[in-house]
């Protein structure tokens, strides 16, 4: 499994100024319905905050996982977002955040959700590689370093 099957460039934003969890969830949205036929960004919105609502999805060291499902998907997509500042996003250890991945799946899809959440959750728990995305100053080399990460 790799990210590049579920993240392109397009969804990828360096170095955005979403300055409330809202903002960016709705940015986020955004950028996953450009690839879902049949789901728009707000009912992508929806799910994303229905999650939210579940428990936070701030992992901690800064980054948090948005994600959700949704009826009338037939593949997972996946969109990230690097903030200029963090923000307050409810995070486990209540540090703000600015590193975000969202992913929506399939209202259907367990296992492949699971899979690729515990492949963000590793990711994301190197700090090495945490910095090297926090450093990176634009869309194509975050994407890229997203990309060889998840080959690693």
């Known amino acids: 499994m790799q990210l590049s099957d ?27 319905a450009t690839d879902q036929q049949e789901a728009d960004s707000t009912e992508i919105f929806e799910s994303l905050i229905s999650r939210e609502r579940l428990g936070g999805t701030g992992i901690g060291y800064g980054v948090a996982i948005p994600h959700g499902r949704l009826k009338n998907c037939d593949h997972a997509t996946a969109a990230f977002v690097q903030l200029k500042q963090p923000i307050d996003f409810d995070a486990i250890d209540k540090q703000p955040v600015d590193l975000l991945f969202a992913l929506i799946v399939p209202e259907e899809s367990s296992e492949e959700h699971l899979k690729l959440l515990a492949m963000l959750a590793g990711m994301f728990n190197d700090d090495e590689f945490r910095q090297r995305a926090r450093q990176c100053p634009n869309n194509d080399s975050m994407h890229q370093l997203l990309s060889e990460q998840s080959r690693s």
């Open 6 to 32: 579920f993240l392109s460039p397009e969804r990828v934003v360096c170095g955005s100024s979403a300055s409330s969890k809202k903002r960016v969830l709705e940015l986020l949205s955004e950028l996953l």
